[in-house]
């Protein structure tokens, strides 16, 4: 058997990140090639992480990728908030939103054919669930393309919001990445359900009416008035829920629609997506 010195195993430990006697291991097995040691331990990064399929990733954190015509939004999950902190998982999903945008995937089956930095995406999530020692994902993943797309990150990951503005002629980069940034945040803090009343799901808005039917015959109202009070108080569900018709957080005075009309007639939000660790 080839001797392996400390060096070597220091060499590995400090490529891989991988522990001294699982380092040690590979080394003997590879005979002392180092590059063989390293498909070693990336295999046995693959059974580590199939070996943590059960356990849950409910932590994680959420990267953005973006130019002013294209954005990516993803959720890299883990177990903890701990490793959700950790230098390598933050570089990591930086490198997974821009391979994403580089790339300009289209689809979730797209994103699993993503190389990074020349290796699959797959091999880099087993190297570091064997460097780590956690479970990892991509639980949720999101493009919007449009007229000025820009990003915000909330709460060092906890909270990601894609926007995408549509009638932005004549505005400049700056003014339009401020209106951006003022949307994102709103749609991080107030959380939306839709744009407009007209793309509310038609499922949810159901369910608010019937609430609001039976909170009026809780009350005693009369049968024939129920569907007349729950239609007055799906307006306050629009002025709550909806993005256009909510307070605008920086002028209460304001919705925020009204506040996009009073930067440029034509300018409103075409689409957002908005991603939290551990919710929806």
Known sequence: MTAITAEQVKRLRETTGAGIMDCKKALEEAQGDFEKAIEILRKKGHK?????????????AVFAAWNTQEGHLILLACETDFVARNADFQAFGKKIAQAALEAHISSAEALSTLHIEGVPLADRLAELTARIGEKMEISRWARLTGEYVSAYIHLGGRIGVLVALKGTQGLSAEVLEEVAQNVAMQVAALRPVSVDRQSVPPALLEKEKEI????????????????????????KFFKESVLLEQEFFKDSQKSVGQYLKSVSPTLTVAEFVRFQVGGK
């Open 48 to 60: 580590m992480a199939a070996a943590r399929q059960e356990r849950d990733a409910k932590e994680g």
């Open 212 to 235: 609001a039917r039976e909170q009026a015959r809780a009350e005693g109202k009369p049968e024939h008035l129920l569907d007349k009070i729950a239609m007055g108080k799906l307006e």
